[in-house]
């Protein structure tokens, strides 16, 4: 474990609840929260500008630092948009890119130069992407090069304040609000009762909504229960019957590593635990003189590894397919909300 990793343990523990180190750290919070207050303010009486693209935008996004699983939200999202008739595009930041002006991803796109989550967009939901730090360029280039998208998903991008939005929605996962402060003293970007449409929390079965949450949040469940080869050869196959008795290591380099292993731990997989850093690059192979038979990874990390030659080619490789699940009436409330947007646009 490196230093980066210690000090981001260490601050996760004191961000779950309010003990010495947290309250340390309490008045930097408090002139956060006075900036937050202050950027909310300018944006709402216009000496900051925001633009509005000429279709409705559905922000994802969440405010509990770190991932709460937004890519298996929007990917679910905009299958259920295609299924009612829609033409859905997506917008993000492209996530450790080089380049900051916006681009069109393609299905052969690298992860250095789109960034892996929208990379895994584009492939698995065959919608148009495209990336740029400034979400609004990136909207309008989208656009131009697909002229028949109707809605436009930004897969996170919450506090891009300067791209107009019609729905907002907030994702959550076990760990609810942490103590509920403010960054650095706490884990969040914003206050836990700022405004937003929808509600949502990645849990499993056994897990509670955090009562810190309103009381019309949508649960979302993530499950995995096959998985296929990096290198593409081969079938894809139920966890229980992958190499019985082999030795199994689980690796994901995702912001909270421990809901891809309690995912796999609830399907009854042993495995020895390979947490690596969110966006990990792989610039340096962790699997090279790993000491395993097969080794899991999530659908993230896969997009850069099939780039890199030396860990494509590792028959060891195989990764888990997950898909989101969302109880209620949650596509309900996103297409009523659609049909307000049309009508103001």
Not at 98 to 112: E, F, W
Not at 213 to 237: I, V
């Given at each position: ?85 829609y033409h859905p595009g997506v917008i993000s930041r492209g996530y450790g890119r080089t380049q900051d002006a916006p681009a069109v991803v393609t299905l052969s796109s690298l992860a250095v130069d789109a960034g892996d989550e929208a990379v895994l967009i584009a492939q698995q939901s065959g919608c148009p992407v495209a990336v740029g730090r400034n979400r609004f360029d990136a909207g309008t280039t ?204």
């Amino acid at each position: 474990m490196t230093m980066n990793d210690r000090l981001a343990s260490v601050l996760m523990q004191a961000w779950m609840k309010r003990g010495w180190l947290a309250g340390l750290l309490w008045p930097i919070a408090l002139l956060y929260g006075v900036l937050l207050t202050l950027r909310c303010f300018l944006y709402k009486t216009g000496w900051l500008q925001q633009h509005a693209l000429p279709v409705p935008v559905i922000i994802v996004g969440n405010i509990f630092i770190g991932g709460t699983g937004k890519t298996p939200l929007t990917l679910w999202l905009l299958q259920q948009l295609k299924s009612r008739g829609y033409h859905p595009g997506v917008i993000s930041r492209g996530y450790g890119r080089t380049q900051d002006a916006p681009a069109v991803v393609t299905l052969s796109s690298l992860a250095v130069d789109a960034g892996d989550e929208a990379v895994l967009i584009a492939q698995q939901s065959g919608c148009p992407v495209a990336v740029g730090r400034n979400r609004f360029d990136a909207g309008t280039t989208l656009l131009d090069a697909f002229p028949d998208v109707d809605v436009i998903v930004a897969d996170d991008g919450l506090q891009h304040l300067a791209l107009a939005r019609n729905i907002e929605i907030v994702l959550f996962d076990s760990r609810g609000v942490g103590n509920g402060w403010l960054l650095p003293a706490g884990p969040l970007r914003e206050p836990a009762d700022r405004k937003r449409d929808i509600t949502v929390v990645n849990l499993n079965d056994a897990e509670l909504i955090s009562p810190a949450l309103p009381s019309d949040t949508f649960r979302m469940q993530l499950e995995g229960t096959s998985a296929y080869p990096l290198n593409g050869a081969g079938q894809t196959q139920s966890l229980s019957s992958l190499a019985p008795g082999a030795k199994l290591v689980a690796a994901a380099g995702i912001g909270h590593p421990e809901r891809f292993f309690s995912m796999l731990r609830r399907q009854g997989v042993p495995f020895t635990a390979l947490p690596l850093p969110d966006h990990y690059r792989y610039d340096v192979n962790p699997f090279q003189n790993l000491d395993a038979d097969l080794i899991l990874i999530t659908e993230k990390d896969a997009v850069k590894c099939r780039q890199i030659k030396q860990i494509a080619d590792d028959h060891r490789i195989w990764v888990v397919s997950v898909a989101a699940h969302i109880e209620g009436a949650f596509m309900e409330k996103i297409v009523d909300r659609l049909k307000i947007a049309r009508l103001q646009n």
